[in-house]
């Protein structure tokens, strides 16, 4: 959800 | 995962294997920025500080990161002690607390949560933005560059630049964004431009890689 997500990115 | 992102993570992939390979068969680091590959090792280690806090997104996640933290001390230690000789530090002479700095002050300034993982998630996301300045001032310095070093540099580009229509598509199939992220992903592929323009008009036409004078 906006603005935060969990880094789930590399 | 989408597409976007798997490719782009390849690519990210690839860029590694290029650089370990132009190293490993050339046995030299000529060319190759050591003050850019520490950096890429100050971006993974700070910015996968949650591999030891117990996050778990997934095996593919944990995988690459211990890969890409890897893989980057390596590289370090090739330049710095197995190939040393052949790595000219002065050519090498971009000052990186131009980059260090900004960065930090920027993760302090914009992130998610003023606690330290926070912070250093956002510096490490900067940081990476700028990175790859150090191994461009070479290129620009030398005026020209082998052709497997500009394919490095040519895969890490296209690397960031797949993270942006991963992160369209997200927003569309999520509904989420990570502004910070986007806003550094699009600044770190706009730096490619220049390198991209010759890249894509030289070096895949078969000539050199030789900036114009």
Not at chain 2, 28 to 50: E, H, N, P, W
Request: charged fraction near 15%.
């Amino acid at each position: 959800p906006y603005p935060y997500r969990p880094h789930d990115e590399l | 995962m989408n597409i976007f992102r798997l490719f782009g993570d390849l690519a990210h992939l690839a860029s590694i294997f290029i650089l370990l390979h132009k190293v490993q068969t050339s046995r030299s680091c000529r060319g190759i920025s050591f003050k850019t590959q520490a950096l890429y090792v100050a971006v993974f280690m700070t910015r996968y500080l949650d591999l030891f806090l117990g996050t778990w997104v997934s095996f593919y996640n944990t995988l690459m990161k211990l890969f890409f933290i890897g893989s980057s001390c390596y590289i370090l230690y090739l330049i710095r002690f197995q190939f040393r000789t052949t790595y000219d530090p002065n050519l090498d002479t971009f000052r990186v607390e131009y980059l260090l700095v900004p960065s930090f002050i920027l993760g302090l300034i914009f992130n998610y949560e003023f606690t330290l993982t926070e912070v250093m998630w956002s510096f490490s996301i900067f940081l990476e933005a700028v990175a790859i300045f150090p191994q461009l001032f070479i290129l620009q310095r030398t005026g020209e560059a082998e052709a497997i070093t500009t394919h490095y540099i040519a895969a890490l580009g296209i690397y960031r630049g797949l993270y942006i229509p991963n992160w369209i598509y997200r927003y569309y199939s999520e509904g989420s964004v990570d502004p910070i992220a986007v806003v550094a992903g699009i600044v770190q592929t706009g730096l490619y431009a220049d390198f991209f323009y010759v890249y894509f008009t030289k070096v895949l036409q078969g000539q050199r890689f030789e900036l114009p004078a």
